[in-house]
């Protein structure tokens, strides 16, 4: 097991090293599940595109090409093994959003019809409800929603009772972006299959956090964002077994992804996953994202873990004595905590958090449907990740015991 030290890992981090303050307080960061910071190694990664190999791949004969052939290839196969999938069944996307896109159109538009089914969950994020309403648009396929348990989990059992032989599609969360519950994905997998279905899994929230195999899970898409993952923004990944990313047809068209095209307009397209990967590609964006792969496969996933589900430990018991806190997902086990402070709405409340310099998100967090679950409006979101600290945790419940009107933040 490689020795876990928060303390130096955040000395990788220019935010951290560079001493950024907000609101005149040092910054405490607990969005990680919107984004997330980028170490120094993933920054030099990208500046050398910059810096010393700028130019296109697979578009020239001379070197400074085929260098860049040779970084799109080895990043694609860092990838790879980071989720344990094949080199070949790794497409490159602006991210999690571009890919479900990706399946929805490239697989759902060519195979659905009105006599099939989309299932999904009230938890889902918007990227992971609006496409497949598209769809039921486009081709009459119909929407419908496995129930959630009481809790908010995701079940087999509950899918049991809504799957059927018109089912085509199974798309859910591995852990959701506001409950942050860990779905059974391997059981909902075999499920799916069973019924002649795929499952389409939005790894937004558990690719950057826990240890994910997709041979082991069986699922037959994958979709994350690098920027989540100490990576770059505008770069993701989808994940599809080749042999169903072959049949699909590709999102977009253009330069790079085909083999030939004649002006009777027969065309043929290159084999997955280049088919799916049109025009310039971010090439410094896929450096970085490679880079950022490694970076977290030297840490180790169960490490990052285990340090997350420390820290939700840590935090719930020193809340536990505090009756003004509402916590809409005790018993998760990811580093997403939910909650509300009794009287005082969620926006005001991260105002508050923001006078202190604290960064927690607000609102509805993308899952507008989730709201009727809840019962809430709004709802304040902390997310931790591998560079949060106990002395972090410490400073946030300190503020969240002094104070949490609107008002307090310029009075107090």
Same mark, same amino acid.
């Given at each position: 097991m490689i020795m876990y030290d928060v303390y130096k890992l955040r000395q990788e981090f220019p935010m951290f090293t560079n001493k950024i303050k907000m609101q005149g307080h040092p910054l405490v960061f607990l969005d990680n599940a919107s984004t997330t910071f980028k170490p120094q190694c993933v920054i030099d990664k990208m500046n050398e595109y910059y810096l010393y190999k700028t130019s296109n791949s697979h578009r020239g004969d001379y070197d400074l090409c085929y260098g860049m052939d040779q970084e799109v290839s080895k990043a694609r196969r860092l990838v790879a093994k980071f989720i344990n999938a094949e080199e070949n069944e790794i497409v490159f996307t602006s991210g999690a959003s571009m890919s479900i896109n990706l399946i929805a159109y490239g697989y759902g538009l060519k195979f659905l019809t009105k006599n099939d089914e989309i299932l999904i969950t009230e938890a889902e994020h918007a990227s992971n409800v609006l496409p497949w309403y598209r769809i039921s648009e486009l081709t009459g396929c119909k929407i419908n929603f496995i129930p959630l348990d009481e809790q908010g989990h995701l079940t087999c059992e509950n899918l049991r009772k809504v799957i059927s032989i018109k089912t085509k599609i199974v798309a859910v969360a591995h852990v959701g972006n506001v409950l942050g519950y860990v779905a059974p994905i391997k059981e909902l997998a075999k499920i799916a299959h069973e019924y002649g279905a795929i499952i389409a899994v939005d790894g937004a929230q558990s690719v950057p956090h826990i240890k994910t195999d997709v041979k082991d899970l069986d699922i037959d898409f994958l979709s994350f964002s690098g920027h989540k993952m100490c990576g770059p923004t505008g770069i993701g990944v989808l994940y599809g077994k080749y042999h169903t990313l072959d049949i699909m047809d590709p999102f977009l068209t253009g330069g790079g992804m085909n083999s030939k095209f004649d002006m009777c307009g027969n065309i043929k397209y290159l084999n997955p996953p280049s088919k799916f990967e049109a025009g310039t590609e971010n090439l410094s964006g896929i450096m970085g994202l490679g880079k950022a792969c490694e970076f977290?496969?030297?840490? @180790?996933?169960?490490?990052?873990?285990?340090?997350?589900?420390?820290?939700?430990? /840590?935090?719930? #018991?020193? &809340?536990?004595?505090?009756?003004?806190? &509402?916590? /809409?997902?005790?018993?998760?086990?990811?580093?997403?905590?939910?909650?509300?402070?009794? @009287?005082?709405?969620?926006? #005001?409340?991260?105002?508050?958090?923001?006078?202190? @310099?604290?960064?927690?998100?607000?609102?509805?967090?993308?899952?507008? &449907?989730?709201?009727?679950?809840?019962?809430?409006?709004?709802?304040?979101?902390?997310?931790?990740?591998?560079?949060?600290?106990?002395?972090?945790? #410490?400073?946030?419940?300190?503020?969240?015991?002094? @104070?949490?009107?609107?008002?307090?933040?310029?009075f107090n």
């Open positions: 977290l496969m030297s840490i @180790g996933m169960e490490n990052i873990q285990k340090h997350e589900e420390s820290l939700r430990k /840590y935090f719930l #018991d020193k &809340i536990s004595d505090l009756d003004n806190i &509402i916590v /809409y997902n005790k018993d998760a086990s990811t580093g997403i905590i939910t909650f509300n402070i009794k @009287g005082v709405f969620a926006q #005001d409340e991260a105002t508050y958090l923001n006078s202190k @310099g604290i960064a927690m998100r607000s609102g509805q967090h993308c899952a507008k &449907i989730l709201i009727d679950f809840l019962h809430e409006v709004a709802t304040v979101r902390m997310s931790t990740y591998l560079y949060t600290t106990k002395e972090e945790i #410490d400073y946030v419940v300190k503020i969240l015991k002094n @104070g949490g009107d609107i008002l307090d933040a310029y």
